[in-house]
């Protein structure tokens, strides 16, 4: 089935990640790659890779990046892929042997998060469908993350991807305070009734921090980890903390 599969992936200033993501793809006859005007060397290690397309489209939102890649791609079915996402060799030994011509429309997956190329035992990353039929799908935004909606039965795959992220902590923050940002928006703009538990406990602000602290650590089982396990679970605090200081901005500005 590879050989009917077009990886797709978005990009802007991945250079520390987009070579490792890259080198687990050689067997694709194309590469299709949506980039928002990367200014760090993405581009050089993009065109450097003969089977990558590159088309540029300023930022708006993930799921019309990625819309707009579907339009870009001719095969039957397609992987979708963030630029720090990891094929481990399961994986692609999995996706050889997948029929292309199945009643099945979407494979789902789970990934394991690594902290400086380590893998940890556990983490809060949701399985995600990865690869879909083209002609089923279509991309929605939902807060800062993005989702598709494929038509059809959906499957799952046994093969984990690895979400290996290298960029620098000021790169990372900035990410995060631009998601955050997002995610308040979705939380102080939606119904208590329609929000999941999770962001109601996130909209009375104090309590989140440290339950997803003691959460990444203890029931996620990251205390096995060591250090890059108190890393992750300071990681994830840092980044509620900053959403809770913003939801707190939020309703004062805003009286």
């Known amino acids: 089935?590879?050989?009917?599969?077009?990886?797709?992936?978005?990009?802007?200033?991945?250079?520390?990640?987009?070579?490792?993501?890259?080198?687990?793809?050689?067997?694709?006859?194309?590469?299709?790659?949506?980039?928002?005007?990367?200014?760090?060397?993405?581009?050089?290690?993009?065109?450097?890779?003969?089977?990558?397309?590159?088309?540029?489209?300023?930022?708006?939102?993930f799921a019309a990046q990625c819309?707009?890649?579907?339009?870009?791609?001719?095969?039957?079915?397609?992987?979708?892929?963030?630029?720090?996402?990891?094929?481990?060799?399961?994986?692609?030994?999995?996706?050889?042997?997948?029929?292309?011509?199945?009643?099945?429309?979407?494979?789902?997956?789970?990934?394991?998060?690594?902290?400086?190329?380590?893998?940890?035992?556990?983490?809060?990353?949701?399985?995600?469908?990865?690869?879909?039929?083209?002609?089923?799908?279509?991309?929605?935004?939902?807060g800062h993350a993005h989702r598709v909606s494929v038509k059809g039965e959906s499957g799952k795959l046994s093969s984990y991807i690895h979400h290996d992220d290298r960029k620098s902590l000021t790169r990372w923050l900035w990410a995060q305070d631009r998601y955050v940002a997002i995610e308040v928006k979705k939380i102080t703009s939606t119904s208590n009734n329609e929000l999941s538990l999770s962001d109601r406990i996130r909209k009375q602000k104090i309590l989140a921090p440290l339950i997803i602290f003691f959460y990444c650590l203890i029931f996620k089982g990251g205390i096995f980890d060591g250090w890059h396990g108190w890393y992750y679970a300071f990681q994830r605090m840092l980044v509620e903390t900053l959403l809770s200081i913003r939801l707190i901005e939020f309703e004062k500005l805003d009286k």
């Not at 067997?27 to 088309?55: M, N």
């Not at 042997?97 to 990934?111: G, I, N, R």
Request: hydrophobic share 35%; glycine share 2%.
């Open 1 to 61: 089935m590879l050989d009917k599969i077009t990886p797709l992936i978005l990009t802007y200033n991945e250079a520390p990640n987009i070579h490792r993501t890259l080198q687990c793809l050689t067997w694709a006859k194309t590469i299709v790659v949506i980039d928002s005007y990367s200014t760090d060397k993405t581009l050089e290690i993009l065109y450097s890779t003969p089977q990558v397309k590159v088309f540029q489209r300023k930022f708006d939102s």
């Open 67 to 142: 819309n707009y890649g579907l339009g870009k791609i001719s095969s039957q079915w397609v992987l979708s892929l963030d630029a720090d996402y990891v094929l481990t060799d399961e994986l692609i030994e999995e996706l050889k042997v997948l029929q292309a011509e199945t009643e099945v429309s979407s494979y789902s997956l789970k990934f394991k998060y690594c902290v400086f190329g380590k893998p940890l035992y556990n983490t809060l990353l949701p399985p995600r469908t990865v690869l879909y039929r083209k002609e089923n799908a279509v991309y929605k935004d939902d």
